[in-house]
């Protein structure tokens, strides 16, 4: 199943506007059920896992395989797509 991990972190104000902008947007066109919030605070071991050094950034997976680590804008049209089950562009 393909899987959008979203790290984040309380203080941090770009990840409130990244999940206001992007995330919420996503979780109603795709459901909730493939979009997980990590607050990398709280849960820093399945940050380090994913290489995750910035806030926010958003990690595609595909089964167990990551498809894309990003820090920063994603194309949410293309995101939809791939968490659909479309080409492999993101």
Not at 12 to 35: A, D, T, W
Not at 50 to 79: C, F, S, W
Request: net charge negative; proline share 6%.
């Amino acid at each position: 199943m393909r899987k959008l991990l979203f790290f984040h972190a309380p203080w941090c104000p770009p990840c409130r506007f990244y999940e206001k902008e992007f995330i919420s947007f996503l979780e109603k066109i795709v459901g909730e059920g493939q979009i997980q919030r990590v607050d990398a605070q709280a849960d820093p071991f399945t940050a380090e896992k994913y290489h995750v050094d910035k806030l926010p950034t958003v990690v595609l997976l595909d089964g167990e395989t990551v498809h894309m680590n990003r820090t920063g804008a994603i194309d949410v049209n293309k995101v939809v797509n791939w968490l659909k089950g479309g080409n492999d562009e993101v």
